[in-house]
């Protein structure tokens, strides 16, 4: 049973930045689609980061390229999203999600393309 456990969420002033960790039971001979996605009060919820391991192929939504970064520690078995220049836009609760499964490029923002989910961590930006 794949478990994932968020970290690293908290209030940050806008501009600056924060780095989620996301502890993984996965089995390290196989590879998984793995993402970070967020949900703002009121709002759907959205992908905004993902990877697949075999490749370390990335994918980012539109709105946080070039701010986020997706990264995995093989040795830990850990995900990582590497947020810079935060905004007030980007308060949400961030989860991290994980498939054994790869769909391809044109589901990696679908949340139904992932079978195993965190319980999430909060991240508050203020102005």
């Known amino acids: 049973q794949v478990q994932l456990v968020e970290s690293g969420g908290g209030p940050v002033q806008a501009g600056g930045s924060l780095r989620l960790s996301c502890a993984a039971s996965?089995?390290?001979?196989?590879?998984?689609?793995m993402a970070w996605f967020r949900q703002a009060p009121g709002k759907e919820r959205e992908g905004v980061a993902a990877m697949y391991t075999t490749t370390s192929r990335t994918y980012y939504a539109g709105s946080v390229k070039g701010r986020f970064t997706i990264s995995k520690d093989n040795a830990r078995n850990n995900l990582y999203l590497q947020m810079n220049s935060l905004k007030p836009e980007d308060t949400a609760m961030y989860y991290c999600?994980?498939?054994?499964?790869?769909?391809?490029?044109?589901?990696?923002?679908?949340?139904?393309?992932?079978?195993?989910w965190g319980q999430g961590t909060q991240v508050t930006v203020s102005s």
């Open positions: 996965l089995d390290t001979d196989r590879g998984y689609s």
């Open positions: 999600a994980a498939s054994d499964r790869w769909y391809g490029p044109s589901r990696v923002w679908d949340s139904s393309s992932y079978n195993y």
